[in-house]
């Protein structure tokens, strides 16, 4: 039986994995466990989204997202010192400097741990002041409510990001399937426990938000606990390595990063606060579940690249650029076969919405286009934007950002005001504001790999 899950019609399984680069096969293995973990994680998403909606109702439903969404926007806090670490981690390791990868992870933890504990004292004494129903236009008899929910979200999305450290060390490692499993244990416990919420309670976002908050925080603590006293227990954090001048070097990477998260957040979380300002709190609802809808596609796209972005820090670093054309080829390929995949999923979407979520919650076939033109387009920045993350030449990134953060909002308001698409204007302008993404990032791989970088190209 064994023998027969791995031999399929003369295809070995045991045998693809095993050949080719130490690099490739490590991404192989990530692969194929990835794609097990977050097939999970995908049903689960699926069935927490018709639980969450039943639980609150459609309305709450959306306050709930858009208050995650504003929430989110606080992650910029890190300065991008997740991703910076996660590059010097991984140079470090290369090199086999312990003494460096230990310092710089302890410094990482040390400044996060005092950026978010001032950002938590300074959020809880202005949250009082803040009128969250007047700022996502609804009924003002949830003011006491929602002032206990966004500080419930507050402290613990700030939790998590320090907690959360540890992936970026996983990611650092090449191992990316044991980060999708944290995040996959997340989802089920919180499955679980939104099920019980809902045969012992009635729909409490309160409740919802100490759930949330509670399990996000406590699964990577303990997965920290693990794995520093194992597999990491040479880089394990402490303050005597805790060295702010090496800040400087986790800030040069860090900095641009947290550049490229601010347009992110701008490009997506803002879409749901500028729905419930232009079009009410419900309509935040069918919005996201069209997003969702195409997470099957986005996951299994990013399960297959994610590796890539430290494979490529370790490959460039030992000039094999044979091998990064090799993979960005194949890439290529899969973008293709994501292309075709979609085509059916709009198709069908009708159908499909009607199965997962009932039929009281319209969801047009613009939005549905719309959004898998964002998934398409997003999904292709992955393919050169991870090899461009992971060397560091971060600078075109930059001016783009920057170009993005400018034009989006805008872009949004006026869309939504003057056509007549509804919710679908605001992820029609996210696709526009991707377009010098998808002509430079291209552009600047080419150049890189051919040696014909110069200027800002090369930074």
Not at 197 to 226: D, E
Not at 284 to 306: E, R
Not at 400 to 418: D, E, K, V
């Amino acid at each position: 039986m064994v023998e027969l899950i791995y031999k399929i019609k003369g295809f070995n399984l045991k045998t693809y994995i095993s050949v080719g680069h130490t690099r490739s096969v490590k991404a192989k293995k990530n692969i194929l466990a990835s794609i097990f973990i977050k097939g999970i994680s995908i049903l689960t998403s699926f069935l927490v989204v018709p639980l969450t909606i039943n639980y609150l109702n459609p309305i709450n439903y959306g306050i709930w997202l858009t208050l995650y969404s504003i929430i989110s926007w606080f992650g910029l806090l890190d300065i991008g010192l997740g991703n910076g670490l996660r590059n010097k981690f991984a140079e470090s390791i290369a090199k086999g400097d312990k003494n460096s990868a230990r310092m710089y992870l302890s410094t990482a933890y040390a400044m996060l741990g005092i950026i978010m504990g001032s950002a938590c004292i300074l959020f809880f004494i202005i949250n009082h002041y803040l009128n969250w129903p007047s700022i996502l236009n609804v009924n003002q008899k949830n003011a006491l409510e929602l002032g206990k929910v966004t500080t419930i979200i507050f402290g613990s999305f700030c939790l998590q990001l320090v907690v959360k450290l540890i992936s970026a060390v996983l990611l650092a490692d090449q191992k990316t399937a044991v980060t999708g499993a944290l995040n996959t244990i997340c989802s089920l416990l919180s499955l679980v426990v939104i099920y019980i919420l809902t045969k012992t309670t009635s729909g409490s976002l309160v409740y919802l938000a100490i759930t949330v908050g509670v399990i996000n925080i406590v699964v990577p603590l303990i997965a920290s606990f693990i794995f520093y006293k194992t597999y990491y227990k040479d880089y394990i954090p402490s303050f005597k390595y805790v060295n702010f001048k090496s800040a400087k070097n986790l800030m040069n990477v860090g900095l641009m990063f947290f550049l490229f998260q601010s347009t992110a957040i701008i490009v997506v979380a803002t879409d749901n606060i500028i729905i419930s300002r232009m079009f009410g709190a419900a309509e935040v609802t069918p919005y996201n579940i069209a997003f969702k809808y195409f997470t099957p596609i986005t996951l299994l796209f990013t399960i297959i690249s994610a590796p890539l972005w430290s494979a490529y820090t370790e490959s460039y670093a030992q000039k094999d650029i044979d091998w990064i054309k090799r993979i960005t080829t194949k890439m290529l390929g899969i973008w293709l076969l994501m292309f075709v995949a979609v085509i059916p999923m709009i198709i069908f979407s009708s159908f499909a919405y009607g199965l997962w979520v009932g039929k009281e919650i319209n969801i047009s076939t613009g939005l549905t286009i719309w959004m898998a033109l964002y998934v398409l387009l997003s999904s292709w920045n992955q393919i050169f934007g991870n090899f461009i993350n992971g060397i560091g030449k971060l600078r075109v990134g930059f001016y783009i950002s920057i170009f993005t953060a400018i034009i989006n909002i805008p872009l949004c308001i006026f869309l939504a005001r003057y056509t007549n698409w509804g919710v679908s204007a605001i992820i029609a302008a996210s696709c526009i504001s991707l377009l010098p993404d998808i002509i430079l990032m291209p552009i600047q791989y080419l150049k890189i790999i051919n040696h014909k970088a110069t200027g800002i190209w090369n930074k």
